[in-house]
């Protein structure tokens, strides 16, 4: 299946095709306007080069791939452990800004069941990191539950707070339509130095004070909160594998999603690899999805 658009920070054309992968191979992405070895970039907390404003893949090689927790997110939350991500540039598309028409694509095409049992990352005890006032926690769960709590001075957005279990295509129905989002203020900064050049009122949610003023408002009043779990899913799937834990970000961002990871990834005694039954199965992100469950958008 293939997307076109632009990049929401270069402002380039932009297409993405996700095609099947074997068993045991990830989610990788291929830049294919680049030849040879060097253009596949797995898709890995350790490949990422740390950015406040989206998450960013770089190989060995110094091939880059950036804003890709869209397309994490619609892989992570339709069940997808296997995919190979081809994208014709550095940039993802970022469509209407969020993941809802990666996971219609990704569900109307159908996911295959591979013979292989799916691995997933049991966490075992309480990880935790902070930078400034902010923090991230992943604590012991039987699915993986995502909390989230912001805080804006903007009235239309303020202070919103959300918790989900994860399993029973929640994020489909849940998340998957809510956008990403910011202060007219950061844009106009963003653009005076040469960023979010794609952005548009038609793919991301702007807010000056108590005025949304994207056409159309917001899909849900807890627009912003809903996409920062969004966010938090597609990083969370750079661990891997799908985890079984608690996620409970204050005020995070991809940064410290990423701190997180590479905290977990350093305790080993954190986490255990197991081997999902049909019981666990049923608890990851995907499982019982189906495409009448993403919300319409007007």
């Not at 306007?33 to 060995?60: K, M």
């Not at 910011?182 to 548009?200: E, F, I, P, S």
Request: with cysteine; net charge negative.
């Amino acid at each position: 299946m293939t997307f076109q658009g632009v990049g929401l920070h270069s402002g380039k054309p932009a297409q993405l095709t996700i095609r099947p992968a074997p068993a045991g191979a990830g989610i990788v992405f291929r830049r294919v306007d680049i030849t040879g070895a060097s253009n596949e970039i797995p898709a890995i907390w350790h490949l990422v080069e740390q950015s406040p404003l989206c998450t960013r893949l770089v190989n060995a090689a110094g091939v880059a791939i950036t804003t890709v927790e869209h397309v994490m997110a619609a892989l992570v939350g339709c069940g997808v452990h296997n995919a190979l991500v081809d994208v014709d540039g550095p940039e993802v598309p970022i469509l209407d800004g969020s993941a809802a028409p990666f996971v219609r694509g990704i569900l109307a095409n159908g996911l295959r069941q591979l013979a292989e049992p799916v691995h997933a990352l049991r966490i075992l005890r309480a990880v935790e990191v902070r930078r400034a006032s902010a923090w991230a926690r992943l604590t012991p769960n039987e699915t993986l539950k995502i909390e989230f709590d912001i805080e804006f001075e903007d009235a239309a957005i303020g202070v919103q707070k959300k918790i989900l279990n994860m399993s029973n295509g929640s994020f489909v129905r849940e998340l998957s339509n809510s956008r990403t989002f910011c202060r007219k203020a950061d844009v106009d900064h963003m653009r005076a130095n040469g960023l979010a050049l794609g952005g548009t009122l038609e793919n991301a949610v702007v807010v000056d004070g108590e005025k949304v003023l994207s056409p159309g408002g917001l899909r849900h009043a807890d627009e912003a909160v809903r996409h920062k779990m969004l966010d938090a899913l597609g990083d969370l799937g750079l661990a891997g594998l799908p985890i079984l834990g608690h996620y409970h970000g204050f005020r995070a961002g991809h940064a410290l999603t990423n701190d997180l990871l590479r905290a977990l990834f350093a305790d080993k005694n954190a986490f255990e690899v197991v081997e999902c039954d049909a019981a666990t199965a049923a608890r990851l992100p995907g499982a019982g999805v189906h495409l009448g469950e993403i919300p319409q958008v007007a």
